[in-house]
């Protein structure tokens, strides 16, 4: 089991910043590609970012490339997505999740463990 809790989240005017974390407990953290989803009210939860075990790889969904990054730390266990340039169709509950397989896919079925979520609400 993997525990995942994120903090961070809040409200913001649009061309703001946010960083978000998400501190992991239980299994070996490093074994783990992490990645940040979203959800909007009414729409589906969608990939914004992911990074592979070591930390040498990044993904991001187009919507967010430039504006947002990911990053993790392995020693202390977590991982973070700096937001910047924030618009109102950013606002979200964002998810961190964890990747048993490694790939830092884009796809939802690929995460194992997943975090309560933070609210994201930025204000135009």
């Known amino acids: 089991q993997v525990q995942l809790v994120e903090s961070g989240g809040g409200l913001v005017q649009a061309g703001g910043s946010l960083r978000l974390s998400c501190a992991a407990s239980?299994?070996?953290?490093?074994?783990?590609?992490m990645a940040w989803f979203r959800q909007a009210p009414g729409k589906e939860r969608e990939f914004v970012a992911s990074?592979?075990?070591?930390?040498?790889?990044?993904y991001y969904a187009d919507s967010v490339k430039g504006r947002f990054t990911i990053s993790r730390d392995n020693a202390k266990n977590t991982v973070s997505l700096q937001m910047n340039s924030l618009k109102s169709e950013d606002t979200a509950v964002y998810y961190c999740?964890?990747?048993?397989?490694?790939?830092?896919?884009?796809?939802?079925?690929?995460?194992?463990?997943w975090g309560q979520g933070t609210q994201v609400t930025v204000s135009s």
């Open positions: 999740a964890a990747d048993y397989r490694g790939t830092g896919a884009r796809m939802r079925a690929m995460y194992d463990y």
């Open positions: 239980g299994r070996t953290f490093s074994n783990y590609a």
């Open positions: 990074i592979t075990r070591g930390g040498s790889s990044t």
